[in-house]
């Protein structure tokens, strides 16, 4: 008589303010159903704290040689990405972790995140062995409500008072997420900064220039645009809409972010917009 193979959990947790102004949300799941071994993670202008609960080093494949990839093991950041990239997926695998908002890692590293951006580094580099003893705890608690109570406990510690939010990021990050949005001069001055000044402030709070950020931004308008039609969209109308010049830039764009066309995305999708499954 075969044995029961434990079935996939998937939950979420919003943390408590004031941690829920920095932290999306929090994540967890164990016994991973997946029938691929591989898929993309498209950029959403935001980082990724990641703790390994199972054994065995993860995978990050090389975009333009998927032969080659780079091991991780037990915890890692992910950095702001400027393109997509390529993870390894395990079946039956378990993990947790917290999902920053767009410069709300800042409170918890003590460097500018532009550091961090286009890479993926292994935590007890930076944060030492406290990290992997969360780990361990982690691992010695049974029910996802206490890893969760003890993974939002450990953040609210490691920021300690500096959780205040730099208003003129937060207000830019609003502007640069509507459309249509102000030239980035235009925007400096009404935040009441130099061009330069406004620069520095996201090389360290946010990790990407204001350009490149607002370009992601408008990428996920898109992204949100073509997963809500019933129907395969007019790529010019989305376009348009997503305050792409037309069709050829909306398709420029997503080759370089995604790796792919809009077409290619919308025929690919899953559940989860941003992963896209390697074939």
Not at 34 to 47: F, G, I, Q, V, Y
Request: proline share 6%; aromatic share 10%.
């Amino acid at each position: 008589m075969s044995a029961v193979q434990p079935r996939m959990i998937y939950l979420t947790r919003v943390p408590a303010a004031p941690l829920s102004d920095f932290v999306e949300l929090l994540w967890f799941y164990e016994s991973l159903e997946t029938d691929h071994a591989k898929e993309k993670l498209l950029p959403d202008a935001s980082m990724e704290l990641i703790i390994d609960l199972s054994e065995g080093p993860k995978k990050l494949y090389d975009n333009r040689d998927l032969q080659r990839y780079s091991a991780y093991n037990r915890c890692w950041v992910s950095g702001m990405q400027r393109q997509f990239i390529v993870l390894g997926v395990e079946q039956g695998s378990s993990m947790m972790g917290a999902h920053f908002r767009t410069g709300g890692a800042a409170p918890f590293f003590g460097f500018p995140l532009s550091k961090l951006s286009g890479n993926v580094v292994e935590l007890d580099l930076i944060w030492k062995r406290e990290i992997l003893a969360l780990r361990e705890q982690l691992l010695e608690t049974p029910s996802p409500v206490g890893k969760f109570d003890l993974l939002e406990a450990y953040l609210l510690a490691k920021a300690q008072a500096r959780l205040e939010p730099d208003m003129a990021i937060s207000v830019a990050l609003r502007t640069l997420r509507s459309w249509p949005v102000l030239s980035l001069r235009e925007l400096a001055s009404r935040l009441g900064l130099s061009h330069k000044q406004m620069l520095a402030r996201f090389d360290c709070r946010v990790g990407l220039t204001p350009k490149l950020t607002s370009r992601i931004f408008r990428f996920q308008r898109a992204l949100a645009a073509a997963n809500s039609a019933k129907t395969a969209p007019d790529w010019s109308d989305l376009a348009l809409d997503c305050g792409y010049y037309d069709q050829a830039h909306l398709i420029h764009e997503f080759q370089q972010l995604a790796g792919l066309t809009p077409s290619e995305y919308l025929r690919r999708r899953t559940d989860f917009p941003l992963y896209i499954p390697v074939e």
